[in-house]
């Protein structure tokens, strides 16, 4: 019963092209060695079998309490700072950075996922981080078309989280939601400036705030901390380790840097319900702003085959509109596609590099998250189609605490491309 209870907590623009630097790139990805063309999810029946696919659809939702979305409730949430789920041994060195503009990474999401087949998945969270810079999103394109590369170039990274039942960090018992759950243990000292990186640099005046890089030092500098740079009027915001510091209190530590913070609320998706205006009601934006999201695209694609996608892709999506999240982990599960064209072949993902299995889709993110995050929808701001995060289909243990998975996006593309 136990063990259902937590899984039950998992389930719970401009113009669409893949812009590429190299033409030769694209044509690899799509012929497989044969000469003919291999999608990843190309099956004959692939409309037919979408329809019947059980999808979790996530929505944001404004968290109820303020304890809401700590660590140790395993919320799916997005925007403010990670609910990291071993808050000691976190991601770092380059894996927390743009691999193009060397800025360390924001936080888009997480899913709580658990799976039930070993102890080991009995606790189970994907991380996804994106560089905020559209000009860093389109190199990550022509990147993520290069195969065998062991060391690719990324400004979207995703990684994956697990622990069995019984660990050092929480309670073998489920959270009771009241606001008294606590960790088991503290986690590591985060980031005084972003929240989200571990502090593993201090301050060399006051020798109490914490940075996960020289750069957010510096902005943290200029932004007021030269003026409160005494050991007698630093705050304890950033050196207290991160399960001490209330949600507010994080916020306000990083609060030029963050995107606003949601709880994630996932639901199955009803096939045959299509939302109306009196489903908005209690939507966090309004059902116009949503469709200004997705309708700027209808009248740029360049072909019939995208086009026929894009209807498809429009008519499942108008299911439940303010949706920004689509989960579905099982075999031959597929990403909802906005275009034909970009779509990845069975090679264009890698296996795990832990283990060498197959990883398989899990869940994709839409493009109507970045509205509630405040992005503008301009020539210049961070879009994308969508982001399709591929894990490992075993879910492989080992010692590495953060095991990095593949994402593929799908870009907004704009006229302005060649420009960047």
Known sequence: MEEEIYAERSRGSSKVKITLLDEEVQEEAQIDDNGDVDSYDDDDDEDEDEDKEPVGLGVLEKPENS?????ELFPS????????LDPIILPTGRLCLCDFCGEPLQFVLQVYAPLTEKDSTFHRTLFLFTCTSMACLL???????????????RSVKVFRCQLPRYNSFYSSEPPRNNGKDKPSSAGAVLCGWCGTWKGDKVCGGCRRAHYCSEKHQAVHWKSGHKRRCLPSSISQDASEPSNNRTVSEVQEVANKS???????????????TISDDNGQVNSLISSSRVD?????LIDSFEGEDDKKSWASFQERVSRTPEQVLRYYRDAGAKPLWPTS?????KADIPKCTYCGGR??????????????????NDVHSLDWATISVYTCESSCDGHVAYKEEFAWVQIASQSSTTQR
């Open 67 to 71: 304890w809401s979305l700590l660590r």
């Open 77 to 84: 949430k997005a925007g403010g700072t990670p609910a990291w």
């Open 139 to 153: 190199k990550d394109q022509h990147e993520q078309w290069k195969r065998n590369q062991d060391k690719a170039s």
């Open 258 to 272: 963050l995107w606003p913070e949601y709880e994630i609320a996932i639901a199955d998706e009803c096939e045959d």
């Open 292 to 296: 200004e999201s997705i309708e700027s």
């Open 341 to 345: 064209s970009g779509q990845p072949s």
């Open 359 to 376: 990883r398989a889709f899990e869940f994709q993110v839409l493009p109507q998250i970045l509205y509630y995050f405040g992005v503008e």
